[in-house]
C-alpha cells in the first residue's frame, strides 16, 4: 500500500494541527494503520495506531488524552488530530500501515510496518 502524508506545519505551544495519511487502498479490517514521529537524534517513535474492528486506537502515553485517530474509508484516509501541542511534540510524522499485522502488543514496533509515508514536519514553538 502506497501512503501519502500531509498537514504538518509550525504552531504555537497549546495549538492544533491535523494530520492527513490518504492510502491508495481501502482502509479495510485487514489493514494496521498508523502513525509514528522521529525527533532529531531520536529514535522512531510509536504515536497511535488503529485496525477497523478490534475496539478502537491505540496511543502511545506521552499522547494519551491529545491526540485523536479517525478514518474516513470513502477517502482512504487517515487522520491524526494533534490538541495541546508541546515543543516535545516536535518531530517528522510518519504514516505506516501494514496488511498482516501482528497483535495489539506488536503495534508499537515500527519493524511491523511494511510500508510508509514519506513524512511531514511538525514544529511547535514555545
Known amino acids: 500500500v502506497q501512503l501519502q502524508a500531509s498537514g504538518g506545519g509550525l504552531v504555537q505551544a497549546g495549538g492544533s494541527l491535523r494530520l492527513s495519511c490518504v492510502a491508495s487502498?481501502?482502509?479495510?479490517?485487514?489493514?494496521?494503520i498508523g502513525w509514528f514521529r522521529q525527533a532529531p537524534g531520536k529514535e522512531r517513535e510509536f504515536v497511535a495506531a488503529t485496525r477497523r474492528g478490534t475496539g478502537g486506537p491505540r496511543y502511545a502515553d506521552s499522547v494519551k488524552g491529545r491526540f485523536a485517530v479517525s478514518t474516513d474509508n470513502a477517502k482512504r484516509t487517515l487522520f491524526l488530530q494533534m490538541n495541546s501541542l508541546e515543543p516535545e511534540d516536535t518531530a517528522v510524522y510518519y504514516c505506516?500501515?501494514?496488511?498482516?499485522?501482528?497483535?495489539?502488543?506488536?503495534?508499537?514496533?515500527?519493524?511491523?510496518?511494511?510500508?510508509w509515508g514519506q513524512g511531514t514536519q511538525v514544529t511547535v514553538s514555545s
Open positions: 487502498t481501502r482502509i479495510s479490517s485487514n489493514l494496521l
Open positions: 505506516a500501515a501494514d496488511f498482516t499485522p501482528g497483535p495489539l502488543s506488536t503495534w508499537q514496533d515500527s519493524n511491523g510496518y511494511g510500508s
